[in-house]
Nanobody
Framework: QVLLVESGGGLVQAGGSLRLPCATSGRTFSNYAMGWFLQAPGKDREFVAAISRSGTSTHYADSVKGRFTISRDNAKNTVYLQMNSLKPEDTAVYYC????????????????????WGQGTQVTVSS
């Protein structure tokens, strides 16, 4: 079992920045590929960003490329989502997710590929 706890959400003006940490516990963090997803009211959960176990491979949704950065610190058992140039359409609950994998360089872009989820953190961007 892996426990995931997101934080760092809040209210920010358009153009601003937020950094979302996701702290994990329970198993060896470096055995897990990690991802971030968002869910806006009335919509399905959407992929945002993913990172491999090693941290050397990353992947982003087109809507966030160039604005968001996913990273991980395996010594701190934490994955981060740095969000810059935020837009009102980024408003959503953001979830981190973990998937055990034997592949050091592989990332996963589909929600169904992940085994564990956090409770989410609300991000609201005002215009």
């Amino acid at each position: 079992q892996v426990l995931l706890v997101e934080s760092g959400g809040g209210l920010v003006q358009a153009g601003g920045s937020l950094r979302l940490p996701c702290a994990t516990s329970g198993r060896t963090f470096s055995n897990y590929a990690m991802g971030w997803f968002l869910q806006a009211p009335g919509k399905d959960r959407e992929f945002v960003a993913a990172i491999s176990r090693s941290g050397t491979s990353t992947h982003y949704a087109d809507s966030v490329k160039g604005r968001f950065t996913i990273s991980r610190d395996n010594a701190k058992n934490t994955v981060y989502l740095q969000m810059n140039s935020l837009k009102p359409e980024d408003t959503a609950v953001y979830y981190c997710a973990a998937r055990a994998t034997d592949y050091s360089y592989r990332y996963y872009g589909a929600s169904g590929e992940y085994h564990y989820w956090g409770q989410g953190t609300q991000v609201t961007v005002s215009s």
